[in-house]
């Protein structure tokens, strides 16, 4: 951007930017899909997500319902956060329960515990059983090199699978959703968002978010280097032992596999400040799904997963 740029009052700053091209990127799926859908799991990016969707209909309501895909060992801060967003907003809410694939003998158990992996089948039932033609995904090309590779409109085939050498390309912001029966497409509006865009956004909309992004005393072990929350879902182990910590989460899934930080930032601008000097992805520090190989992430997405 030149000087001359910076001196015009009319000119979009860097989050009005990102801003507007999310709003263009809802207005155009509602133009030209039938049935899409939000993924909303109460995480911070499907937040903002929604939070970008209300004010690309606002004062109509957002015409998409929204998608939760429930692993069962999920925060109960964030579950309440998600329930108590549906209720003030007038939302309609889909839930996908791995537990219910679990019982009915669709899914079975890992040994490790983990229950990430184990979401992309009931996420494609839930697509096809209620025939969602687009869904919305917070995910974004600063986290994961598997997500950078990802198009804003993502093609999948009939299996929910992903193929990267059947992305299109997208010049001049010209999206092509077109389709076959049974494929579906996946849309990503914070693709070019970074972990500290969506902070600094959070700050300039006074968003809220669930109380475990900030600083506060949880109890935690330690397990393959990160800081986890015990509980039923098979945490702590016998030779691991719980302490108080002053931590927080920088993304938030599946207990299991959601590390904490050691942080005393205690408000947004903590937050941006801790993050501004992170030099890694939330997900490369805190994910231990994202660990497992080199290249799980993109495993999982040729699967189906998001």
């Known amino acids: 951007m030149t000087a001359d740029a910076y001196d015009n009052p009319y000119a979009l700053s860097h989050l009005d930017a990102l801003e507007a091209e999310a709003v263009h990127i809802f207005r155009e799926v509602a133009g030209e899909f039938e049935r899409p859908v939000i993924l909303f799991s109460g995480g911070k990016d499907s937040i903002v997500m929604l939070h970008l969707a209300l004010k690309a209909f606002w004062p109509a309501p957002v015409p998409f319902s929204l998608l939760h895909v429930d692993t069962g060992h999920n ?39 983990l229950r990430n992996p ?119 182990k016998e030779n691991e032992t719980t302490q108080r910590r002053l931590v927080r989460y920088r993304t938030v899934g599946d207990m299991s596999c959601t590390g904490a930080v050691d942080s005393e930032a205690a408000t947004v601008a903590d937050v941006i400040t801790e993050v501004a000097a992170s030099r890694l992805t939330e997900r490369g520090a805190t994910r231990a799904d994202d660990k497992m190989s080199e290249a799980a992430m993109e495993d999982r997405k040729r699967e189906g997963y998001f």
């Open 118 to 236: 184990l979401q992309t089948v009931p996420l494609l039932d839930g697509i096809e059983s209620n025939r969602f033609d687009a869904v919305f995904g917070g995910g974004r090309r600063d986290e994961e090199k598997a997500r950078a590779k990802e198009r804003v409109f993502s093609l999948r085939d009939e299996f929910g699978a992903w193929d990267p050498r059947r992305q299109r390309p997208e010049l001049w912001s010209l999206y092509n959703g077109r389709h076959s029966p049974g494929e579906h497409v996946r849309v990503f509006p914070l693709s070019n968002w970074t972990e500290l865009d969506v902070w600094q956004y959070i700050e300039r909309e006074n968003i809220e978010l669930p109380e475990i992004y900030y600083a506060h005393e949880r109890e935690v072990f330690q397990r393959n280097g990160m800081w986890l929350t015990a509980g039923e879902w098979g945490g702590p």
């Open 75 to 113: 925060f109960p801060e964030v579950l309440a956060y998600r329930d108590r967003t549906v209720a003030e907003h007038g939302l309609r809410l889909h839930v996908a329960s791995v537990q219910d694939f679990i019982d009915s003998g669709r899914l079975r158990e890992r040994p490790d515990g």
